[in-house]
């Protein structure tokens, strides 16, 4: 059984144009998902064309992801929200902070209609998460939704997720404009999982980052900024990070990088040196 579809219009969603690729669809087609169009594919090839192992960022973000989730059921906060949460793939939020404390509640919101219907599909026998559709760089549209206020409870501690959605904010001023809206939104004592695409600014990595954001930003995706450490930085300004390993400072680190599981097969890539990660603490 394969969900794989073409780009033929019996097969589309309703609400879905097929001749426009999808943020969550090419994400999740690098890392190894069915649900991927035509479009989809023709933006994969001009991704690996210019930088053929771009799938360590998507793997490098989703690792990071799942390994902070982890990380978190160690506090006793049982409320997620994970904002620009993609389409479903084998570890979701809730699957993970589930297994440690299986009465925490996740509300995923994205506003992609192929995440909507399948994110729907797998929670529907599950009273403590809900799939919320709205724009996520509207916080405060987020923050008073219904479903969301019927979930979370913003006057205590919450875990914020915004992973690998900030860089398709493009505007540069608005970022972390959005950001601090969400912080605010936050009581003391939450936390938000965030990461970032980066350009490293160095003369072989600063190429690397700027051929995935040419394909990105000029292509039909639109969107997909590689900021330097010193923007990427001011969005989680105010939160006090954790370490992001034995070695280093509190910060953010290369999402590979942040408390990985077990000693590294093979080096890291380029690539995968373009993407920051971390969790901050409000203080
Ligand atoms: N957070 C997941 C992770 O880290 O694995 C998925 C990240 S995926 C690269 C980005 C997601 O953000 C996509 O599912 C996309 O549909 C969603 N997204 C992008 N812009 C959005 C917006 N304005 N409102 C809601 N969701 C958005």
Not at 146 to 168: C, K, N, Q, S
Request: glycine share 8%; with cysteine; proline share 7%.
């Amino acid at each position: 059984h394969s969900t794989s579809r073409s780009a033929s219009p019996s097969q589309v969603p309703v609400g879905v144009d097929p001749t426009r690729p999808s943020i969550a669809r090419v994400y999740g087609a690098f890392l190894g998902g069915k649900v991927v169009y035509e479009v989809d594919r023709q933006v994969m090839a001009e991704i690996t064309a210019a930088v053929p192992e771009a799938a360590d960022l998507a793997r490098g973000n989703r690792g990071f992801r799942n390994r902070a989730c982890r990380f978190l059921t160690q506090t006793d906060i049982g409320q997620f929200l994970d904002c620009g949460s993609g389409l479903p793939t084998a570890e979701n939020t809730h699957q993970i902070v589930q297994r440690h404390n299986d009465e925490a509640r996740v509300v995923y919101v994205d506003n992609d209609p192929v995440v909507l219907a399948h994110g729907r599909a797998l929670l529907e026998d599950d009273f403590r998460v809900r799939m919320v559709d709205a724009d996520i760089f509207e916080p405060r549209r987020v923050v008073e939704n219904e479903t969301v206020r019927a979930t979370i409870d913003f006057t205590v501690p919450v875990v914020l997720l915004l992973v690998g959605t900030m860089h398709y904010v493009c505007d540069d001023a608005a970022a972390p404009r959005i950001m601090r809206e969400y912080i605010d939104a936050l009581a003391p004592g939450s936390y938000v999982v965030f990461s970032h695409f980066i350009d490293p600014e160095t003369p072989e990595l600063t190429p690397i980052a700027k051929r995935v954001e040419d394909v990105l930003v000029n292509g039909p995706i639109g969107a997909g900024r590689f900021r330097t450490r010193a923007e990427v930085m001011a969005m989680v300004d105010g939160l006090e990070m954790v370490a992001p390993n034995a070695q280093d400072p509190p910060g953010l680190s290369v999402c590979a990088e942040w408390w990985p599981d077990g000693p590294r097969i093979g080096g890291l890539s380029g690539a995968a040196r373009c993407i920051v990660g971390g969790v901050g603490r409000k203080p």
